[in-house]
């Protein structure tokens, strides 16, 4: 049986006791009282179940109950002496746990009603969030004008960043007099004769100059086959300098004549 | 013989043993205690029970320790223990033998 109960039932027992005139009880003593007691509850209600099911009922009478009590012997007409008696102790009924409260489940959303085709029997739907999708990433920019500036941005930044970086590791000039730091600028460093730099060689490449040579080949295909001859002569003769533009060959006199002719006409 | 009236259990107090932890025992018993005055009945009978045979055992209490104080002279300020010498011939007036469990399981 709980433990409550049978807590209880030593509290009763203890506190008839005291009623009696006990001071104090032995364990064993009290135990015994308590195992009497309870069985004795216990064996009330089993007779007096079965008296009330002999008579063929299923909730059990006073009758009943004073029935099983006369048949273990019990006498039943000092039971209300026993009541009326002066002085008697009460014990507090034990106070009912707290039921748990029923957690609310979590509702996320508004639960969407059903569309037309769907008949009204079919079970609701789920919260949104078990079937709605949402992307959680940007569109990326795709227009020209903010790319353009992005990159100018991240060059700006990677130069600034490279400058303070050279700034902070390597040697320092101030700007001012003092020695404070606030304006650092990278130390310059002199070669010996400043002039070498300008006369010594380097590979150099001429982006401009290739651009020139992919674009002159499409303008042959285009051209008739005498002007190729005319190209063929011309990178014969390659001019190394980027400043300078290979000679435009006017076209033929007779089709210019003729153009000029048909415009006039028109 | 015993004289039930409608409404004389319902108008005393809770006792020392509560009607809720009564009618606990009678359900596991099979006792469907629908009516409290019933259950407030049977929590009496119990408390009488108990009461008469720790009643018994005072009184053997009080014989035996008057025994004793009439040898030591101390017959002031006695306090009442109840222990299992005065409680098993009390029981043994009710019909009830209590013996040691020959061990505790």
Redesign the interface.
């Known amino acids: 049986m709980n433990s409550v109960h049978r807590k209880l039932l030593v509290t009763s027992v203890s506190s008839l006791l005291l009623e009696l005139g006990f001071d104090s009880a032995e364990n064993g003593a009290l135990e015994t009282l308590t195992e009497m007691l309870q069985s004795f509850l216990t064996e009330v209600g089993n007779s007096s179940r079965a008296c009330c099911e002999l008579a063929g009922r299923t909730e059990p009478l006073v009758g009943d109950v004073i029935l099983a009590l006369v048949n273990m012997g019990f006498e039943v007409g000092a039971i209300e002496a026993h009541a009326r008696r002066p002085g008697h102790s009460t014990v507090p009924a034990p106070v009912p746990s707290n039921p748990l409260k029923q957690l609310s489940i979590l509702q996320a959303g508004v639960k969407q009603s059903h569309p037309p085709h769907i008949p009204a029997h079919l079970p609701p739907f789920p919260d949104p969030h078990a079937y709605i999708r949402t992307p959680t990433h940007k569109q990326p920019v795709t227009e020209y004008e903010a790319i353009r500036e992005k990159s100018a941005a991240q060059k700006r930044d990677l130069e600034r960043a490279l400058n303070r970086f050279i700034a902070k590791t390597g040697e320092t000039d101030s700007l001012f007099l003092s020695q404070d730091n606030i304006f650092p600028l990278i130390a310059s460093k002199p070669n010996f004769p400043p002039y070498l730099n300008a006369l010594l060689p380097k590979d150099q490449v001429f982006e401009f100059e290739e651009d020139d040579s992919n674009r002159s080949p499409q303008r042959k295909k285009k051209d008739g086959v005498k002007e190729e001859e005319e190209a063929n002569k011309a990178e014969n003769d390659i001019i190394d300098n980027p400043y300078l533009r290979p000679v435009k060959l006017p076209p033929n006199k007779l089709k210019i004549k003729g153009l000029t002719q048909c415009t006039l006409t028109t | 013989?015993?004289a039930?009236s409608e409404d004389?259990?319902e108008s005393?107090?809770?006792?020392?043993?509560?009607?809720?932890?009564?009618s606990?025992?009678?359900?596991?018993?099979?006792?469907?205690?629908?009516?409290p005055?019933?259950v407030r009945?049977?929590?009496?009978?119990?408390?009488?029970?108990?009461?008469d045979?720790?009643?018994d055992?005072?009184q053997h209490?009080k014989v035996r320790s008057s025994n004793v104080t009439t040898k030591s002279t101390k017959t002031k300020d006695r306090?009442?223990?109840?222990?299992?010498e005065?409680?098993a011939p009390a029981?043994a007036e009710f019909?009830?033998t209590?013996r040691k469990p020959p061990y505790y399981v």
């Open positions: 013989m015993f039930y004389s259990y005393y107090d809770s006792y020392e043993v509560p009607d809720a932890v009564t606990a025992y009678l359900n596991s018993a099979g006792f469907d205690a629908s009516d005055r019933i009945l049977i929590s009496l009978a119990a408390q009488k029970f108990i009461c045979i720790a009643n055992a005072l209490c306090r009442f223990t109840l222990t299992m005065d409680l029981l019909g009830i209590v």
